[in-house]
């Protein structure tokens, strides 16, 4: 007859196993809900690419919407009230960039900060006599390490409506979010070989000097001169013009194009 401890123990390891089948079970659910009427109307209203794409890349974008609407939490600031139309729409944008490959949902995200518009941060700087200064910089989005993505809602939504100028402000955090998997954020994402990794480092190192070089001089490109920061922001702006500008990138930067696409895993020609 089992003691009052083995009984114990018994229900301590029957409740550890249901607990962790729990939110799988959840989330299976919410899966196979219907796609709301109404999120497909917003989808269409302010991502107008939703549209033209094909129908199983259609399903596919509506499925990751809602895991990745159940998985984060969305957090409205400076007076915002997040609505159903802010958490498909920014859910919408991250998800167009992890269409086609078998990956979880941003699972290193947790946090999703929502302003009504640009938002000041604070950032240090040193001046050229090595004096330490603090300053105020109005952002449009923000990508942090900690599992957080800080965007302004105006941008975002003039982003994703105006899917031809080459900006888009969801887009390009998120790029940061899938640059930071590997576990450093220096615009080398998850790939999937060794050779994989020498071919995007040959393209990408050459194309993002050339860049610098025609920043440096006031040339104009079709890629915006932020991306010749650093190679992180590299990554993400060339993302924005991947997914915004594909015919031009691809004219413009063949092999470039190339690897984004082999990246992505779509061809935003065929939709955009």
Request: net charge positive; aromatic share 12%; hydrophobic share 35%.
């Amino acid at each position: 007859m089992p003691t009052s401890a083995g009984r114990i123990t018994d229900c301590v390891k029957y409740w550890l196993s249901h607990s962790r089948q729990w939110p799988h079970y959840r989330l299976r659910k919410v899966l196979a809900e219907p796609f709301p009427t109404e999120w497909r109307r917003i989808l269409q209203r302010n991502l107008p690419v939703y549209r033209r794409m094909p129908p199983d890349l259609q399903l596919q974008l509506k499925r990751d919407i809602r895991q990745f609407i159940h998985e984060k939490h969305f957090s409205g600031h400076a007076g915002l009230e997040v609505t159903d139309e802010m958490r498909v729409t920014i859910a919408a944008s991250a998800c167009l960039l992890i269409l086609n490959r078998k990956t979880r949902v941003y699972p290193g995200l947790k946090y999703i900060l929502v302003y009504p518009g640009a938002f000041a941060v604070e950032r240090e700087s040193i001046d050229e006599s090595g004096l330490s200064r603090m300053n105020y910089r109005h952002l449009m989005g923000e990508s942090w390490s900690a599992g957080k993505v800080v965007l302004s809602w105006e941008d975002v939504l003039r982003g994703n409506r105006d899917f031809k100028d080459g900006t888009n402000v969801a887009l390009h955090e998120f790029a940061h979010q899938l640059d930071h998997e590997t576990g450093s954020t220096n615009g080398a994402p998850l790939l999937g070989s060794r050779a994989s990794y020498r071919r995007w480092a040959k393209v990408l190192t050459s194309e993002f000097e050339k860049l610098q070089q025609a920043a440096y001089h006031g040339d104009r490109t079709l890629l915006d001169h932020y991306g010749a920061t650093e190679p992180a922001e590299f990554f993400a702006v060339v993302t924005e013009t991947f997914f915004e500008l594909p015919h031009l990138m691809q004219q413009k930067h063949p092999e470039l194009f190339e690897q984004l696409q082999k990246y992505y895993r779509v061809n935003p020609i065929d939709w955009v």
